[in-house]
């Protein structure tokens, strides 16, 4: 199932399975208007959206229409206030008609986590207040059918994407561990499924685990989990002085922590906040 088939099956769950007729509907104009302050993100979206209900849900007319254009006034990645108009889409009435509330949910959602970013963003690291080399991470508890588009709108909020899957990184956690019965067995059974540039990440908790780790030598990114500010720090000390430029996450931390996170040495900093507490951003398409 690609991002297109996710499309389709959100135009579906609004419009059944009915067909469509544009026959002796006039040509109109829509504007795209953000009602709140935020990151705009969806944009791209857009165009294949009006394309697929035209082409999936209506019945070819009996005369030839005009196209349906779409004029893009705001990009994805870019602020927009209130009261803005982020496009103006024009073409037959019944599609956009039709396509109006599955766009405007894709942009608010995505629209939503983008802001959110932004917003933890400018609270944490602007103005020189923090260590602005550490970037911060998303990562999988989110819906797994809309996962490129969140990851997508991550991205345009200024943060940066961890891995999507099972299939494109390899991360040991404490479950493997436990299965496998011990660090260096759940290494063992992890590398056998690693690819060519395939990095091997591995979760730690504690600065014994850690140790072990560090000793076996074979990982190539540390995550230090639900650590305090001072045990982070002495688990940075750790890496730093084994003598292997080793990637290192902090996660399970409290966004409130983030400043003081971003001083210990890590490299990044993953957040499910980022995009599981995001407020959905007012968006409507209106007639004009």
């Not at 135009?11 to 040509?27: S, V």
């Amino acid at each position: 199932m690609i991002f297109k088939d996710i499309l389709k099956e959100r135009i579906h769950h609004d419009l059944g399975f009915d067909f469509f007729i544009k026959d002796g509907a006039p040509q109109s104009q829509f504007s795209l208007i953000f009602k709140e302050n935020g990151i705009v993100c969806g944009m791209i979206f857009v165009p294949t959206i009006v394309k697929l209900v035209d082409e999936e849900f209506f019945l070819e007319p009996i005369e030839p229409l005009p196209d349906v254009r779409i004029k893009i006034l705001k990009t994805d990645g870019q602020n927009i206030k209130a009261g803005e108009i982020a496009a103006e889409i024009s073409g037959n009435a019944e599609v956009l008609l039709k396509a109006e509330r599955t766009i405007c949910n894709l942009l608010s959602e995505l629209s939503g986590i983008a802001t959110n970013v932004n917003c933890i963003l400018n609270a944490h690291f602007a103005n020189g207040r923090s260590n602005r080399n550490v970037f911060l991470l998303d990562t999988r508890k989110d819906d797994p059918l809309m996962r490129p588009e969140h990851k997508y709108a991550v991205k345009m909020g200024g943060a940066k994407n961890h891995r999507a899957g099972f299939y494109d990184g390899i991360l040991i956690k404490d479950n493997d561990i436990s299965v496998y019965g011990g660090i260096s067995k759940a290494i063992d059974r992890r590398l056998r499924e690693e690819k060519l540039l395939t990095r091997l990440e591995i979760e730690v908790g504690n600065l014994n685990d850690l140790q072990a780790v560090i000793k076996d030598g074979r990982i190539d990114a540390i995550l230090l989990d639900n650590m305090s500010v001072d045990i982070l720090s002495k688990a940075v000390g750790l890496i730093s002085n084994s003598g292997k430029p080793y990637l290192i996450e902090a996660s399970g931390v409290k966004e409130e922590e983030i400043g003081k996170i971003s001083e210990t040495g890590v490299n990044f900093i993953s957040l499910s906040s980022l995009v599981r507490r995001a407020p959905y951003i007012d968006v409507s398409m209106k007639a004009v």
